[in-house]
């Protein structure tokens, strides 16, 4: 599957933006789908994830403002992301996790200023 995502963007703290991931091919097979994000330095760090039966994953400190959301019909997933943080600075990616092994896509640049 080639997962393309959109949504980053520039904010000031306390806003919200909401990244989308498709998933060209379809994302009905695939069984865990989530959000990562890294820093210059650092390794990619789990943000979120969602199985197929919608069961979710938050890192520490994420569930409060962030929300992982799967549309199937759609191929779609969503990271909605309220209350941000100049801390949230970083790129996101989207996962792909199924039989054939992990996919990911391009990310998108998220800015928070304070």
């Known amino acids: 599957v080639r997962l393309v995502e959109s949504g980053g963007g520039s904010v000031q703290a306390g806003g919200s933006l909401r990244l989308s991931c498709v998933g060209f091919?379809?994302?009905?097979?695939?069984?865990?789908m989530g959000w990562y994000r890294q820093v210059p330095g650092e390794s990619r760090k789990l943000v979120a994830s969602?199985?197929?039966?919608?069961?979710?994953n938050y890192a520490d400190g994420m569930k409060d403002r962030f929300t992982i959301t799967r549309d199937t019909a759609k191929d779609t997933i969503f990271l909605q992301m309220n209350n941000l943080e100049p801390e949230d600075t970083a790129v996101y990616y989207c996962?792909?996790?199924?039989?054939?092994?992990?996919?990911w896509g391009q990310g998108t640049q998220v800015t928070v200023s304070s």
């Open positions: 091919g379809g994302i009905f097979g695939i069984s865990i």
């Open positions: 996962l792909a996790n199924d039989h054939t092994g992990p996919s």
């Open positions: 969602i199985t197929r039966d919608g069961v979710t």
